[in-house]
């Protein structure tokens, strides 16, 4: 089993619709959560960092839940310009970032 | 400014060569790693150097070899190249391991 798991989608959601993407993890001693955003092409940009409270960034909110190890981002208000790979990242605390293989959103008009 | 910058973008070379990818950062972060996304584009994770620490990823071929001068720089380089090291190579950085990682602009390696 890998260390992150995400739906590679792809996602193809009208304009204006709610999307949400899940991410497991299997290693209960991770530490920090993260969300990254990857464009056809890019690097990987932070989206934002996933807290135990939940936290939200304007259209955007992700969730930990570490009873079930997974953490997800919720995607309000889809626009066109949200069409990218969302990657979930997690690491130990000592150890470097693991990804899960991303999930592709596209949205359309 | 770049926070963080690799060099070059992009690389075409024959099988069998012997390449250099550089990189370098301007966040004064402790930790710089290497990840490799392949075609699939799984992001993994090759090396990570932090206060002179070096950590392998043991998939790693030893044909890949990391070298820092200094903690704001950490260069790839690679022998003897094979059709399978095509890829696009990230270099990273971050504070420390739990804070975020900034990466940057990639290098596209075709071998051919």
């Known amino acids: 089993r890998k260390e992150v798991e995400q739906d590679p989608g792809p996602f193809n959601v009208p304009e204006g619709a709610t999307v949400a993407f899940n991410c497991t993890y299997s290693?209960?001693?991770?530490?920090?959560f993260f969300w990254y955003r990857q464009d056809c092409r890019k690097e990987p940009k932070l989206l934002m960092s996933?807290?135990?409270s939940g936290n939200e960034d304007g259209r955007f909110t992700a969730q930990l839940n570490r009873a079930s190890q997974y953490i997800s981002l919720l995607i309000r208000d889809s626009k066109l310009s949200d069409s990218a790979t969302y990657l979930c990242a997690v690491n130990r605390g000592n150890t470097p970032l693991v990804f899960g293989k991303g999930t592709r959103l596209s949205v359309i008009a | 400014d770049t926070a963080v910058s690799q060099t070059p973008k992009y690389l075409v070379t024959q099988m069998g060569n012997d390449k250099s990818i550089k990189c370098e950062q301007n966040l004064g972060h402790d930790t710089m790693y290497w990840y490799k996304q392949d075609s699939k584009k799984f992001l993994k994770i090759m090396f990570s150097?932090?206060?002179?620490?070096?950590?392998i990823n043991e998939t790693v071929p030893n044909r890949f070899s990391p070298k820092s001068p200094d903690k704001a720089h950490l260069n790839l380089h690679i022998n003897s190249l094979e059709l399978g090291d095509s890829a696009v190579y990230f270099c990273a950085s971050s504070q420390i391991f739990s804070t975020e990682a900034f990466f940057g602009q990639g290098t596209r390696l075709t071998v051919v």
């Open positions: 150097y932090n206060n002179k620490e070096l950590i």
């Open positions: 290693n209960s001693a991770s530490q920090s």
């Open positions: 996933v807290y135990s």
